[in-house]
């Protein structure tokens, strides 16, 4: 995805695309990815993350492939080489939406509100994979019957306005929209109920989820009703849909980052402090090397043994010391458990009554870990 992102900007300065444009859709692109990636590294059983990683895979497959599009169908007449890979790729924007209307369906939390809900996700399913597959089968037949049309977007014409011949796509797409648009108003309309029954920080959880998610929905048919207009308003109010779209992922590494959606604290704060731990130790590292070399003066295999072995003197101290400062912003429970437990460690050097020393040992255990049961068995030694 990475290479997909670098490989936009070329691509849409060689067809004369603007720069916002481009950058906007690496925004959204980055944004669905690295929460994506978030959810998908700690937690991959969970569908969100990968879906969330599906999205943006296929909006950048998307951008590049038709920015390539126009550089070989409408500016090199076709003699540009993966010119019909490109075309193929090019619906990638149907999965992407596909993906994007389930993402939705399982938010927050991965999983249908309820078993009653399959009857809702099966249609999707079915007409989404028709619809998807129905693109990919038209952009592989005008490839093969050297009928390729691209517009000034670089998508097909064949798509944006189908021949009788694919009168069956049109009504797939239809279709597939009636659900998808039913099937989300459905969705807003439950999580408005559990909003109204929720409290503490599952509500604010929720506020922030809702929000996002409601963004998104509206901004995409906002995007697809704004896509083939020469109006300046309109391309605006274009961009701006497609900056809205990024609400969904955003809301969701809100929920990540402050109120502990999906229970990563522990990878963000461990990212975090190896990163942290990382740019300081090879900063010292360099430091080291250039102070003995340049302004010492000593020889070159001197000064990297002697950097070498300072850094890894400086790892371990510095990683505990960066490691309580980050989880004390991002993974409090943690940082709380283990200041509980220090406290009860002091004041157990000078503790002498076993009977106090049992019932500050379950209470902190409670405290600080909160098991379903805990106890303490302690075998006494025989009066003999």
């Avoid at 992407?96 to 999707?124: E, M, N, Q």
């Avoid at 912003?329 to 157990?348: G, I, K, S």
């Amino acid at each position: 995805m990475v290479a997909l992102i670098v490989a936009d900007f070329p691509l849409a300065h060689l067809v004369h695309k603007s720069t916002e444009s481009g950058l906007g859709e690496a925004v959204v692109a980055l944004a669905f990815g690295l929460v994506g990636l978030l959810v998908a590294w700690r937690q991959p059983s969970h569908p969100m993350g990968w879906l969330l990683l599906g999205v943006a895979l296929f909006l950048l497959l998307d951008v590049d492939a038709s920015n390539y599009s126009v550089l070989d169908y409408r500016m090199h007449h076709g003699t540009l080489p993966l010119g019909a890979v490109a075309v193929l790729l090019q619906p990638s924007w149907a999965p992407a939406v596909a993906l994007l209307g389930l993402t939705i369906l399982l938010f927050p939390d991965g999983r249908l509100p309820s078993r009653h809900w399959k009857w809702v996700l099966w249609p999707y399913l079915v007409l989404g994979g028709l619809w998807v597959v129905g693109a990919l089968v038209i952009a592989a037949r005008v490839i093969i019957e050297h009928r390729v049309h691209i517009d000034s977007s670089g998508n097909l014409t064949v798509l944006n306005n189908t021949t009788s011949a694919y009168e069956w796509w049109n009504i797939t797409q239809n279709a597939f929209f009636l659900v998808l648009v039913l099937s989300w108003l459905s969705w807003l309309v439950l999580q408005v109920v559990s909003f109204r029954r929720s409290t503490g920080e599952r509500h604010e959880q929720l506020k922030w989820l809702m929000g996002g998610a409601g963004v998104c929905v509206v901004s995409l048919p906002l995007l697809f009703a704004t896509q083939n207009s020469s109006s300046t308003f309109v391309k605006v109010l274009s961009g701006v849909a497609l900056l809205g779209l990024a609400g969904l992922p955003v809301s969701i590494g809100v929920g990540i980052l402050k109120y502990r959606l999906y229970e990563i604290d522990r990878f963000v704060s461990r990212t975090l402090s190896y990163a942290i731990v990382s740019g300081v130790v090879v900063g010292v590292y360099v430091g080291l090397i250039t102070l003995v070399t340049r302004v010492l003066g000593f020889s070159s295999p001197v000064a990297v043994a002697a950097s070498t072995l300072a850094a890894v003197a400086l790892f371990n101290p510095l990683r505990h010391r960066v490691q309580r400062v980050v989880d004390r912003r991002f993974n409090r429970a943690r940082y709380d458990a283990e200041a509980t437990v220090a406290a009860f460690t002091a004041r157990l050097r000078d503790a002498v009554d076993l009977e106090t020393v049992r019932t500050e040992l379950l209470e902190i255990v409670n405290r600080a870990v909160e098991p379903a049961h805990a106890s303490v068995w302690i075998r006494r030694r025989d009066s003999a």
